[in-house]
């Protein structure tokens, strides 16, 4: 038997069972494919695996780049309370004197003026204003002082009901000024003097107010009502801010109407009215119940952010906010700015480089500040690490790209900067 026979045997034919225009066939090729042939492609598949894997880690290498990119980019910063001023209670001049009741407080304001290294502390039940720097040291008082008491740097200005109390860098001063008026709360009792911080759980009156402007050397101070110097007082002030060089943009309402005027010396210069603003469709018109949640103006006066609230009409549930960017007498140029669904986060301040933040409080009781350019890029976070006694931390506000937060104690009143 010659080799031929012998491997075809051995591959379980015999010769005679091959055809014979086949003989020339290598038949030890095709019997022995599971051999020769599978490894074959299995070495390329194995290749073609192995190029798809580089390719594969390439893709993640490069988006584990971009999300630390992406990551850092949208950090979020940890900030702490640092104390910058504290103020004592008492019934000196040179105290303030804040009285608690066992659920409430009384001659004590809800907003608190701090510019140009001073706080402004209203008194509403002797009508003036203490003026004190930072380091706690009383500078002057403004108002009608009591005869009894005596101060050597006193202004007196004759001032009825105190509300709001602004001041701008220049040391301009800016006092909301209530008009005393009466109201019968019921039939049955008698007339009440409403004077300021005054609140009734059942019903709620607002006074007519003006502001007063006091100049920086004391010297000039005129009213503002809600047309200019010398006009109709305002009907319900919501917000003042002081800007640069005699600006002055204050928030009020009038028939239920939110108005924002925009003031600078004194004059009315323009101002935005809630119904004049068309920002939506016909159709988001009766999709959605749309409000008006805030005006947010810039200090130097040339633009303002204004952010409205989207509920669903047939639900009743929240659905979304959009923040637009628009210029005093130019309401048709608004641009959408940043529109968002999370109903926790609201439209809190002004930011550096015209800026804005947005307010998110989270699930563990802490506060985020979603710090936005001006064009509503979201681009850094900013977390309030509040301490174990949080429910003594009362207003939180931004001066001149700081963050500070006010804090009642049974002794005194401090003011706590965020670093």
Not at 340 to 364: C, H, I, R
Not at 374 to 400: A, C, M, V, Y
Request: overall charge neutral; glycine content about 6%.
């Amino acid at each position: 038997m010659n080799d031929s026979n012998l491997k075809t045997q051995k591959a379980g034919f015999s010769k005679d069972s091959i055809p014979e225009n086949s003989l020339n066939v290598p038949y030890i090729g095709a019997y022995f494919i599971d051999v020769f042939v599978i490894p074959r492609y299995f070495i390329r598949i194995m290749r073609s695996i192995k190029s798809l894997g580089y390719t594969f880690l390439k893709l993640l290498f490069g988006c584990i780049i971009f999300t630390n990119q992406f990551c850092s980019r949208i950090k979020i910063s940890e900030l702490r309370p640092s104390l910058s001023t504290k103020l004592e209670f008492g019934t000196e001049i040179d105290q303030l004197d804040f009285k608690q009741s066992p659920n409430s407080y009384s001659n004590l304001p809800i907003q608190i003026g701090l510019n140009s290294g001073r706080i402004f502390f209203p008194d509403m039940e002797k009508s003036i204003i203490k003026v004190f720097y930072s380091n706690g040291n009383l500078d002057y008082v403004i108002g009608n002082l009591p005869s009894k008491e005596t101060f050597q740097r006193f202004y007196p200005i004759k001032l009825s009901n105190i509300g709001i109390v602004e001041a701008s860098e220049s040391d301009e001063i800016y006092i909301q000024n209530r008009v005393k008026v009466t109201v019968a709360l019921q039939k049955e009792s008698p007339e009440l003097a409403i004077s300021s911080g005054y609140f009734a759980p059942r019903e709620m009156v607002f006074a007519p107010s003006y502001i007063f402007s006091i100049s920086r050397d004391k010297s000039e101070n005129f009213v503002i009502g809600e047309q200019g110097r010398n006009s109709i007082p305002f009907e319900y002030i919501e917000s003042i801010s002081a800007g640069e060089a005699g600006k002055l943009f204050v928030v009020h309402r009038r028939g239920g109407e939110y108005i924002l005027s925009y003031f600078e010396n004194g004059g009315l210069r323009n101002r935005i009215l809630e119904n004049s603003i068309k920002v939506f469709t016909e159709k988001e018109d009766t999709e959605y119940k749309i409000s008006l949640e805030k005006f947010l103006p810039s200090r130097q006066g040339d633009f303002v952010y204004v952010c409205f609230g989207f509920t669903g009409v047939l639900d009743g549930r929240f659905k979304f906010r959009r923040i637009y960017k628009m210029e005093y007498g130019k309401l048709d140029s608004k641009i959408l700015i940043k529109e968002f669904q999370d109903p926790s986060e609201v439209l809190f301040s002004m930011a550096p480089n015209s800026g804005f933040y947005l307010w998110e409080t989270e699930k563990a009781g802490t506060i985020k500040l979603l710090l936005h350019d001006k064009d509503g890029n979201h681009i850094k976070n900013i977390r309030l690490i509040l301490p174990s006694q949080r429910n003594s931390f009362r207003e939180t506000f931004t001066r001149n790209d700081k963050i500070y937060s006010v804090k009642l104690d049974s002794e005194a009143l401090e003011i706590y900067e965020w670093k």
